[in-house]
């Protein structure tokens, strides 16, 4: 039962591939690398006609797309890898909530950042774009430093507690981004108490090393 899974390195299809590390499911990996803006290539639209990643393709060839909806129906399909409570445990509607916030919130800012000219015609906008919406991001991060009751304990680390969710992987991937990784040991402890929680697991040590540089 392989699933196929298009993404690149560092990018919304790491939280994927750890999740399929945590199951010990036989994944196969095709690169969309982002630098050459690959995702817009006729060939892959029509696999995800948004242009984006990740895409994951199902065992049956079912194409998924989002990252949220993808991480939720690997959790659904292995519940025995125990990667999301059962739905009828509160607890799986506090990893949800912050799961959906830090994506519903964080990825606009994420693509100001990244395409600036998208939302002005005048390029010297271009920079006061990048900025607020790296600020804006902070912004974001810093409420859920304090309000989603991470403890910053490492025997106790994720959001829920002792638990560890694909709620944590997600997050400790999107909080790096937007030069998060250099910025969060100082300004959000408990969250890059996560982060290194969640790189330091045995199945996703090797794919976070293959991702990103060690957490800080």
Not at 112 to 121: E, L, M, T, V
Not at 192 to 216: E, M, N, S, T
Request: overall charge neutral.
């Amino acid at each position: 039962m392989t699933y196929v899974l298009y993404g690149d390195r560092g990018s919304g299809s790491a939280p994927v591939e750890m999740a399929l590390a945590e199951i010990g499911a036989p994944v196969e990996l095709r690169a969309v690398p982002l630098a050459t803006d690959a995702q817009l290539a006729a060939e892959y639209r029509r696999i995800n006609p948004m242009g984006r990643i990740p895409t994951l393709l199902l065992p049956d060839g079912t194409v998924v797309t989002e990252t949220i909806a993808i991480l939720i129906t690997l959790a659904d399909r292995h519940p025995e890898a125990g990667l999301l409570p059962p739905p009828a445990e509160s607890a799986r509607a506090v990893a949800l909530r912050w799961m959906v916030l830090a994506g519903a919130e964080g990825y606009p800012h994420v693509t100001r950042w990244d395409y600036p000219a998208r939302f002005s015609p005048d390029p010297s906008h271009a920079e006061a774009i990048r900025d607020r919406a790296q600020a804006m991001y902070r912004d974001l991060w810093s409420l859920v430093e304090a309000e989603a009751g991470l403890t910053g304990d490492p025997a106790a680390p994720y959001l829920l507690g002792a638990r560890f969710t694909v709620a944590d992987a997600y997050i400790a991937v999107l909080s790096r981004w937007l030069k998060g990784a250099d910025w969060l040991p100082g300004a959000c402890p408990k969250i890059a108490a996560l982060g290194r929680a969640v790189a330091a697991r045995p199945a996703i040590a090797p794919v976070w090393a293959r991702h990103f540089r060690p957490p800080g």
